[in-house]
């Protein structure tokens, strides 16, 4: 394992997509629905053989700190960064730069995510480790692109240049183009070029480039480009990120550099991945039954098909329906079709305008 | 109030199409959901001024005393009668009858429900006036037949025959035949012809009229007729009952004596009666919101119409779902299809042969 690979997983999200088992204390990635433990810890244990828990970060929120401090007791306590609130990736990029310059100028880092699955997880491992050397000149940002298994209308796509013939188990290609989630017949039409790769929001790049990038392409966050090198200790980091992070536009990575910068290579990486984004998503990753029903949990069905239940401490009974989402927490239950997953965000947003909010999200 | 009027409100049913609110130990008629009080509450509260506490009587299940007496405080504890397993309702007729007539032989007994609503009480308690003094003679047996509002298949019928013109504020007439619940299409003709009833189960009669009824038309309940008189202690009774009712077959005052006797006048009662059978049934008797949604408890809705939300202590919410039942429990949530809302009853049946079935019924 080189001593300069660093690995910074992306924690920080709220995951609205999975209330009501996923709310605002107890977000997606602490969520133990995959062979019993939490995303976040899957996370990691992904990496174990590749970057070693001291030199892997976690970016959080502020008030999950303490909440991912419990599931990631293998990471040394300031490994744990907590953002005073949500600017999106490309604060959260900047930020993981600037603690990785700041403890090694030569460090080549692994943007991450804590949300997303994967099978094959030595495929994962040896992808990481050449992307990793693909990325120590400093020359070139690399990102993992994923061939799509299908036409997919929920993830951004990766257009593949010229095979640059590295000489790694790994395949690397310019990147030609980053785009945005597409409709259904571009997505498929993608598909069919062959040349398409899904954006799985992974990113390897030198601390030298990623700052390069960043203050060319979103200049205005040079000052959290700073400020880890710049504090004093780890109070007064935190006191210059609760300064700078309100006045933060919310900006992804993806759309601040990597639609724009033209040193990008894509390393193909055909493990499994998955973003399990939404329940439909996580139904993916567990048996059916006859019927195509996926029931994590507790249930007693008459004449349902095609239905993901989630109902692990109640019992969920149903009768002639289909396709449908039903997720049962504690304090409430979520029932909506399949295909309206995508809307239980938006469902969030109202309940967090009600005065018993509280009681619910 | 006349001394020899009594009631005798039936109130052993186990309620299986009202689960997950409904449960073995706390039935239908325990479940406080109109104005906050149980529908047993209901069904004494509409006595009063036309038959008073100690002349009414309450049939349920030995397991169930504890509970009814919970809510039925005004009653005398002796009122309260256990049957020690439910033989549907002839046998407690029978055992009905057989209290009465041995408290007093002049007894008119009325035979009501616990699981029925109305809205007009006064109209009910007039009808009920005027049922005990058509019965008083002894002549005929008095069923309480209902104006039909709709042609419901979920209801009996009472062919109405000549018009009684008795001199009360109720209408009378012979009942022609009683007919069990018809298709839609015979439902339909019944409300065109105007002569049909909905047979809402209310039985007024004297004493002596339903022992020689009961005696002819099911002589294995002679027996229990007899049991009350004989025994010489209420615990005497309950052993006499213990060691008749296993041996009784299960069948229906309605199949046993009102489909044959050809002494049965019908009292036409428009007092805006249901027997809230179903979930659907209840969600009538609340306003539906403007998408036609009716909430008993807290829910949020996207794009939902149509539903039957019960969700006092949770939260439901739902995304796109149309016209479906949604109840929640402490242990659990049912959600089925308006229209298959009967079906309830099998899924009770299938859940009880769970081994964890204690837990959720």
């Known amino acids: 394992m080189d001593t300069h690979h660093y690995a910074v997983i992306l924690a920080g999200g709220r995951g609205e997509r999975f209330w009501p088992l996923s709310t605002a204390s107890r977000p997606k990635q602490f969520i133990s629905l995959f062979g019993g433990r939490p995303l976040i810890a899957l996370a990691l244990e992904r990496l174990e053989g590749v ?25 040394p306590p300031e490994n744990l960064i907590g953002e005073p609130c949500g600017r999106d990736t490309a604060a959260a990029c900047a930020l993981a730069c ?75 290609h310019r990147a030609r183009r980053f785009v945005e989630k597409p409709d259904a017949p ?45 504090a004093a200790s780890p109070g007064a980091l ?31 990486g055909a493990f499994g991945w998955d973003d399990v984004g939404t ?29 993901v239940v989630v109902s692990e401490d109640r019992l969920t009974a149903v009768i002639g329906v289909n396709d449908l989402v039903i997720v049962q927490s504690d304090q409430a239950t979520l029932i909506c079709p399949r295909d309206r997953a995508q809307e239980v965000k938006l469902l969030v947003q109202r309940l967090s305008r009600r005065p018993d909010a509280d009681k619910y999200l």
């Open 51 to 75: 970057v070693p828990p001291e030199r892997t970060l976690i970016i959080t929120a502020d008030d999950l700190i303490e909440a991912t401090a419990g599931v990631a007791r293998q990471l």
């Open 98 to 172: 600037g603690i990785v310059a700041a403890r090694d100028p030569d460090g080549v880092v692994a943007i991450l995510t804590a949300d997303q699955l994967m099978t094959d997880i030595e495929t994962f491992r040896q992808t990481l480790r050449d992307s990793y050397a693909a990325a120590a000149s400093g020359q070139h940002i690399v990102t993992i692109g994923i061939p799509p298994t299908y036409p997919a209308t929920g993830f951004g796509y990766i257009e593949a240049g010229d095979d640059l013939a590295f000489p790694t188990a790994t395949r690397f």
């Open 186 to 230: 571009t997505a498929a039409q993608y598909i069919a070029s062959g040349n398409y790769c899904w954006n799985a929001g992974m990113f390897i790049w030198h601390v030298r480039t990623m700052r390069a990038a960043l203050a060319v392409f979103v200049p205005e966050l040079e000052p959290l480009l700073d400020a880890p090198a710049a």
């Open 238 to 268: 935190r006191e210059r990120l609760a300064a700078l992070y309100p006045g933060l536009r919310k900006v992804s990575i993806d759309y601040a550099v990597m639609e724009r910068a033209d040193n990008i290579v894509m390393a193909q």
């Open 279 to 307: 329940w439909p998503a996580v139904a993916g990753h567990f048996a059916a039954d006859a019927r195509n029903n996926v029931v994590i949990g507790s249930s007693e069905m008459i004449d349902a098909s095609g239905n």
